[in-house]
């Protein structure tokens, strides 16, 4: 099982992604962004699943990261 990190630029956004993976049986939970990332709207989710499911993102996704050891990020995707 991997570990992912995903902001948005709203909250709304953020909400209604972490409500889909939930739905499709992905344990995801919200909350504050790390400090070592930055995002528009200050909040987050981390959802641990076997992929990133990039494609069940809100059209307001900010970034996805895949969290490795000791809190490294690596950056899947980043919507402008």
């Excluded at 953020?14 to 995801?28: C, E, H, N, P």
């Excluded at 699943?49 to 980043?78: F, I, K, S, W």
């Amino acid at each position: 099982m991997n570990l992912y990190i995903a902001t948005f630029h709203t909250h709304l956004s953020a909400l209604m992604t972490s409500r889909t993976l939930t739905g499709k049986g992905v344990r995801a939970r919200m909350m504050p962004v790390p400090r070592k990332l930055s995002s528009s709207c200050g909040t987050c989710i981390r959802y641990e699943a076997e992929e990133p499911n990039l494609a069940t993102m809100d059209v307001d996704v900010e970034r996805v990261y895949q969290v490795g050891p000791e809190e490294q990020y690596t950056l899947l995707l980043e919507n402008q």
